[in-house]
């Protein structure tokens, strides 16, 4: 792979092997500047932020974007913001080389790849905070996590302003408060949720999924397991208080270190459900730990079959 750029080109272009070119900018200025030439001529646009470590689950909302519009950009940011631990932030996988390779094979027409001070100059004050959806599941584990989240995904909607945004179902709390974010704050954007990609045996594809060792790998398809028998035993008409117990004794067989959460939450606004009538879908949510590595997933719930 050879890289084109100079201080002067406002645009790099990384080629790879095969001739295939990915442009890259790195200012809000190169972005607009081709978002706006798009646009001259009518091209709808679909954005889809990550913070790298690319796998295939990145990739299906790339291909979502490329169905619904007719230029792709990529983002790659790792959001200092949204780590509550020094650990956690250095700890992150990165691979610069390997997703630029991915996402030109792929066929995205732009990364955006910004600086650290490009997004949050030395005098940056805003925080975007929704303290009610951020307050439970993931939020109560990860303080700030997610006022960093809305905060960079804000920027990154303005800074951009697509058609469409796209964010993985995975992370459904994060989608959720994305969703009420642009909403509260008129950013003209549709958000989309891309589906949950899964490794054969279940495992949700996530970039922290390289952290686990090969002992914590085989434990880990262990969380789909016992989510999807929770799922199972709630919509056959157990009572969710006793299906969620029944789980967490499972997890804690599966030789899970800890468990953050395991919950049936409405999905609307994410209202603790433990039985009755819900306004809203509901949905099934966990995070639990593998020694240093945490990792979550959630499933639909669909207990009309059941009395409740
Ligand atoms: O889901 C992620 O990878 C991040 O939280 C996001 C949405 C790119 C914001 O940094």
Not at 204 to 215: E, M, Q, T
Request: with cysteine; proline share 5%; hydrophobic share 40%.
């Amino acid at each position: 792979m050879t890289v084109e750029s100079s201080p002067r080109r406002a645009v790099s272009l990384q080629t790879q092997a095969d001739g295939t070119q990915l442009p890259i900018v790195r200012t809000v200025k190169d972005l607009r500047t081709q978002v706006s030439n798009w646009r001259s001529k009518g091209d709808r646009i679909a954005l889809v932020p990550t913070m790298g470590a690319l796998h295939q689950g990145h990739l299906s909302l790339m291909r979502d974007g490329r169905k619904l519009c007719d230029r792709v950009i990529a983002t790659i940011f790792v959001n200092p913001k949204q780590f509550n631990r020094a650990e956690d932030l250095q700890s992150y996988p990165s691979d610069n080389l390997q997703d630029i390779a991915l996402l030109t094979e792929l066929g995205v027409d732009l990364l955006y790849m910004p600086g650290v001070e490009e997004i949050y100059p030395p005098d940056f004050q805003t925080v975007v905070s929704l303290p009610a959806l951020s307050g439970c599941l993931c939020g109560a584990h990860r303080a700030g996590h997610f006022d960093g989240v809305s905060t960079v995904v804000s920027k990154l909607l303005l800074q951009a302003l697509p058609d469409v945004a796209i964010f993985g179902e995975k992370d459904f709390q994060q989608l959720q408060i994305i969703r009420r974010m642009v909403l509260d704050l008129n950013i003209p954007v549709a958000i989309e949720g891309g589906a949950t990609v899964r490794e054969a045996d279940g495992l949700a594809l996530s970039s922290r999924n390289r952290l686990l060792s090969d002992d914590e790998r085989l434990r880990a398809v262990s969380l789909h397991k016992v989510l999807s028998a929770a799922v199972t035993a709630i919509e056959a008409g157990e009572p969710v208080v006793k299906a969620l117990e029944m789980a967490r004794q499972h997890l804690s067989e599966a030789g899970f270190t800890s468990v953050d959460y395991f919950e049936v939450r409405e999905e609307q606004n994410l209202t603790l459900f433990d039985g009755g009538h819900p306004k809203s879908s509901l949905r099934i949510f966990a995070a639990v730990w593998l020694g240093s590595t945490r990792i979550i997933d959630n499933l639909p719930v669909n207990p009309t079959r059941s009395p409740m």
